[in-house]
Each structure stands twice: as structure tokens, then as C-alpha cells.
């Protein structure tokens, strides 16, 4: 068969201060630039992407590929219409001129918001639609953040969610819609359900190697044999400010007896489970504290999460809250990454190893009145920030995060400055700067969840710290306009109403 493949990827927080313009997607930075048409499969091979994986999967059945575009944007406020309106026309416009095609793969986020289009995923699909007509098959990869609304599942024949966070299944879960548009291709038509739960999770919640989302998710793959039905659970992503936002399951089986049951099953366990989706934080002189005391004793490194200032949900990364609590908490041999800062990485290089900056730190979005943190600032390595990932997050991605540097405090702590934000879930990003993350004491990361993938099998504990930043653990605190009715913002908590 002939299939179609493309990709426009963004997680948007409606309450972050920088948004996505054209420029963002262009750019390579953790995953690859903008690629399109012959360059989108070398772009993506060897890549923990859904799209990757597709296209492996795809070519291993012997199908024809006809590539259309592929990019995705750091996580942000929303994309502006600008960006949003070049690339789906461009991924339209790829379509078209491909020709005939038995089926289209799409690999797309679920919680794109833009600055006029609340549901970014279902327009693109809309616009797919009047390319395709309602007969070929459309199947959408998917995060296990999305926001998935009725929209997406009409327009589309199959959503195929990730099953893991720190999302370790990203190419596998492009096989695996691999293989259901096989059944589909070979005459499976199955019958659709959708449920959306009614309360928000914390994205430090949602790990998948805990509980209660571990369990719900074995439930999940027991239910879909038991039935002989696919099923996806996102958790939805709790920053974004549409009618939609909020965990969501959907179901596909050609039994439908078989399949509103395997649904009403998942829907109550997931109901029943949420009292349980309550995370633990601390306040970043409390978690410093406690990480000393974890330290003094031990073989492996404390991580302290700072997941508030976290770029992979819409932060700029450029938080110094939890910087200034490790120099002020004396925690001397810490190492904090990644900092955002281009201008200071472009002064290190200038200056060289060895040479000493008198000059403030991050704090470039002055969130909340932040202030870069002065000091006289020892360059102790450098970068050019290109490098491949490692681990089972990033593994096999060819880095391009721009001049890098390490940076001492007269105190002791290093901070790891990128040019380009980029969650810290990978330990070559230290590595890149000559810091092996195992033989550290304290280690602060700006990532939720992701980075465990790769750093909590060194780690001798986790503390997930509550520092300033646009990515709130708390959905209640976030000033929410657009819910629908009825929403809880936290599990077992308040409940949104517009304002009449």
C-alpha cells in the first residue's frame, strides 16, 4: 500500500509567556528541524519518535512511503496562527501533490492550542479530511498528554496514544499504529468509543513506573486481550486552557457489546483511582535541605526535580529559584542543568575555560520578578551543544542545543547553560560538558518526569521540588477561562464554572 506520512507536533501551555512562532519548528533542538518531503525519514531514523518508528514499521511490511512534513516546537504558550497556518498548509499542500494514497499516518501531539484554534490537532485533521475525502484511512499517533476532544476521534479512524511516562514507547507506539492500519488495510473496521474523565492530573502524577497510573495501564492491555479491543489513555496535558483539557479514553473493537465494555471497565477504574492522583512536593530550601541529608551518606546522587520550570511543559527554563536555594543551602558539588541562558553560554565561549565571569545568570524571563543570580562565575568546560542522546527518553537523537557551558559558583554548585531550553532527561547532556552524573552528589534537573527514565536507576532518591515556574504542579492554581463546566482542577478539588 501507499501511505502517507507526516508529523506537526506541540504541547501548549496556554499560561506560559513565549509562544510558538515558525522559527521554533525550523530549528533543530532536541528532536530534529523541520523536515519535509525526501529529507523527513533521514531526519527521523534511529529516533525515539512515533514517526520513526512508523516508518520502520511500515517498510518492514513492504508498504510505499509518500513523506510529507514533519517538525515539532519545544513546548510553549500557544503557536501563533502565523506558524500554524504555513505548516498545515504546507502538510495540506504535501498531500495533494502526492497523489492517490491508500492511507495516511499522522504524527501528532494532542495538546497543540494556537492563538485562534483551541483544538489544534482536530483542524489539522479537518484540513486532512478535505484532502482525503471520508473513505482512506487516518491514523494519528499520539501523546500520552494529549487532550484528546470528539473532533479528533470523528475525523480520525484510530488514536493511538503513547503508554509510557517518561515516554520510552514513542517509536513503539508508531509500530504499533503501524499495525492496527495494517488490520485496517486488510478490512478491520472498528466501531469508536470515547470517554473523558472529569478532573485534571498533575503531570508529576502521571508516571507510568508508579502508581496509580502503573496499575491502570496494566489493567489497560489486560482489558484490550480480554475483549479483543485497542484502548488509549491519555492523561491529558493540565495546562492548557480549552473546553477539553483533562484525561480521556478511547476504544476501538468490531464487537460492540465487547467494546463498551472493555470502555465502561477502564472508565471506572480510572474514576476509583482518582483520590490517589495526589503528587509530593517540597519547597526548594525544605528539598535542599533534605537532599544534603540524603547525600552525606550516600553512594549515588539525589535528584531534585524542577518540574515547575520544566521546558517540556511550556517553562523557559531560565528559573533560578532552586539555583539560589542550593548556593544559599551550601549544598557544595551540586550540579543544576539545564539553564537556559544564550547569552551567558555565548559569553563563556568567548571567554574560554578557566576564565572567571562576573556577571548574573538566567532569570531571562524575569517569571514572577526573578533575577539573574551575579557572582564571578568560573568557566570550567565547554560545548558546542551537539551530541546524541543516550537514554531510553532521548536515546539516538542528534542533539542540537547550541554553545553550551559549565559554569562554578564561588559556593560550589555548577550550572549546566544551554542556548537552546531543553528538558534535562538525558545524562549525555552532562557528559557533553565532562560532568558524569553518577558520581555527583546532588543533582537538580529541570524536567518532571522524563528524566527518570535515564536518571533514576542512579539515583539513590528523587525529590520533586515546587519552585516558581509556568509548568504548575497544581492545575488548580492556574487561572483557567475556558474549561467546560464541571471540571474538577485537581483530583477531588474545586470545580470550574465560567462566569456567566
Given at each position: ?125 479537518a484540513r486532512i479530511r478535505a ?94 486481550r480480554q475483549h479483543d479491543v ?271
Amino acid at each position: 500500500m501507499r501511505i502517507a506520512v507526516g508529523g506537526f507536533q506541540h504541547e501548549t501551555n496556554s499560561f506560559a509567556s513565549v509562544k510558538a512562532g515558525y522559527s521554533q519548528f525550523e530549528m533543530a533542538d532536541g528532536w530534529p528541524g523541520l523536515s519535509r518531503g525526501a529529507a523527513l525519514a533521514p531526519a527521523l531514523a534511529g529516533i525515539n519518535l512515533p514517526a520513526g518508528g512508523f516508518l520502520a514499521a511500515a517498510a518492514a511490511a513492504g508498504h510505499e512511503i509518500a513523506p510529507l512534513l514533519w517538525c515539532s516546537a519545544s513546548p510553549s504558550a500557544p503557536v501563533t496562527d502565523d506558524a500554524f497556518e504555513r505548516i498545515t498548509a504546507m502538510l495540506v499542500e504535501d498531500l495533494r501533490v502526492a497523489g492517490p494514497v491508500d492511507a495516511v499516518y499522522l504524527d501528532l501531539h494532542g495538546a497543540m492550542v494556537t492563538e485562534s484554534v483551541p483544538d489544534g490537532e482536530g483542524e489539522i485533521l479537518a484540513r486532512i479530511r478535505a484532502v482525503t475525502g471520508p473513505d482512506i484511512p487516518v491514523v494519528v499517533s499520539l501523546d500520552l498528554h494529549a487532550n484528546v476532544t470528539q473532533r479528533m476521534v470523528d475525523l480520525s479512524d484510530l488514536l493511538v496514544p503513547y503508554r509510557t511516562y517518561p515516554h520510552v514507547d514513542m517509536a513503539e507506539t508508531g509500530a504499533r499504529a503501524a499495525a492496527l492500519l495494517d488490520r485496517i488495510l486488510s478490512g478491520w473496521r472498528p466501531k469508536k468509543a470515547f470517554r473523558q474523565a472529569e478532573f485534571l492530573v498533575s503531570l508529576v502524577a502521571q508516571c507510568t513506573l508508579s502508581d496509580p497510573a502503573r496499575p491502570l495501564y496494566a489493567l489497560m492491555a489486560e482489558l484490550e486481550r480480554q475483549h479483543d479491543v485497542s484502548l488509549g489513555f491519555s492523561m491529558g496535558f493540565p495546562a492548557a486552557d480549552f473546553a477539553d483539557c483533562g484525561p480521556s479514553l478511547v476504544g476501538y473493537g468490531a464487537d460492540a457489546a465487547a467494546l463498551e465494555a472493555a470502555v465502561d471497565a477502564m472508565a471506572s477504574a480510572i474514576a476509583a483511582a482518582e483520590p490517589e492522583f495526589v503528587p509530593a512536593l517540597l519547597q526548594p530550601d525544605a528539598a535542599v535541605t533534605e537532599a544534603r541529608r540524603l547525600a552525606a551518606g550516600a553512594a549515588r546522587p539525589v535528584v531534585l526535580a524542577d518540574s515547575q520550570d520544566n521546558p517540556g511543559g511550556g517553562a523557559e527554563s531560565d528559573g533560578v529559584v532552586l539555583l539560589e536555594a542550593l548556593i544559599r543551602g551550601g549544598a557544595e558539588g551540586a550540579v543544576l542543568g539545564l539553564l537556559a541562558d544564550a547569552a551567558t553560554a555565548e559569553a563563556a565561549q568567548a571567554a574560554g575555560v578557566g576564565a572567571v565571569l562576573d556577571r548574573g545568570i538566567g532569570a531571562g524571563s524575569a517569571y514572577r520578578g526573578q533575577q539573574p543570580v551575579r557572582a564571578e562565575w568560573t568557566v570550567e568546560a565547554l560545548g558546542d551543544g551537539r551530541f546524541t542522546g543516550t537514554g531510553p527518553f532521548y536515546g539516538g537523537n542528534r542533539m542540537q542545543l547550541g554553545p553550551m557551558a559549565l559554569l562554578r559558583h564561588p559556593g560550589g554548585v555548577r550550572v549546566a547553560v544551554c542556548s537552546r531550553k531543553q528538558q534535562a532527561a538525558d545524562q549525555a547532556m552532562f557528559r557533553h560538558l565532562g560532568v558524569e552524573p553518577a558520581a555527583q552528589k546532588i543533582l537538580a534537573l529541570k524536567s518532571s518526569v522524563h528524566f527518570r527514565a535515564d536518571f533514576e536507576p542512579i539515583a539513590e532518591a528523587v525529590l520533586v521540588v515546587e519552585a516558581p515556574g509556568p509548568n504548575l504542579a497544581d492545575p488548580a492554581a492556574q487561572p483557567f477561562t475556558r474549561l467546560r463546566d464541571g471540571v474538577r482542577l485537581r483530583p477531588l478539588g474545586p470545580v470550574f464554572f465560567r462566569r456567566r
